[in-house]
């Protein structure tokens, strides 16, 4: 069955960096758009970041241009987030997902897989 495990959050300072990683099993992942989304306390499960297949398009949300960048390693089957100058407002569970469209995460009809999240703090 398919299985998106990340890894990589915890306890970062404000201003500090912290690398999520994705790995997924169980299907051929290689087409497949990959990204992630995160969940604040008491808000509603947002788009973070998506790269298409092969690598060459990248989206972001406003609120992390130019702070985050994913990549990914198809013959891993892996995706990246570099999340840099991390603020308050970055904490949130944030979970990877894949989907065979990259647009689906920009236009909020994501039908995918999920991962189970990993959650990331951001102290003061």
């Known amino acids: 069955q398919v299985q998106l495990v990340e890894s990589g959050g915890g306890l970062v300072q404000a201003g500090g960096s912290l690398g999520l990683s994705c790995v997924a099993s169980?299907?051929?992942?290689?087409?497949?758009?990959r990204g992630w989304f995160r969940q604040a306390p008491g808000k509603e499960r947002e788009f973070v970041a998506a790269?298409?297949?092969?690598?060459?398009?990248?989206y972001y949300a406003d609120s992390v241009k130019g702070r985050f960048g994913i990549s990914r390693n198809n013959t891993q089957n892996t995706v990246y987030l570099q999340m840099n100058n991390l603020k308050l407002e970055d904490t949130a569970v944030y979970y990877c997902?894949?989907?065979?469209?990259?647009?689906?995460?920009?236009?909020?009809?994501?039908?995918?897989?999920w991962g189970q999240g990993t959650r990331v703090t951001v102290s003061s």
């Open positions: 790269i298409n297949w092969d690598g060459r398009i990248t």
């Open positions: 169980g299907g051929t992942f290689t087409r497949y758009a």
């Open positions: 997902a894949a989907d065979s469209a990259v647009w689906s995460f920009v236009q909020g009809n994501f039908r995918g897989y």
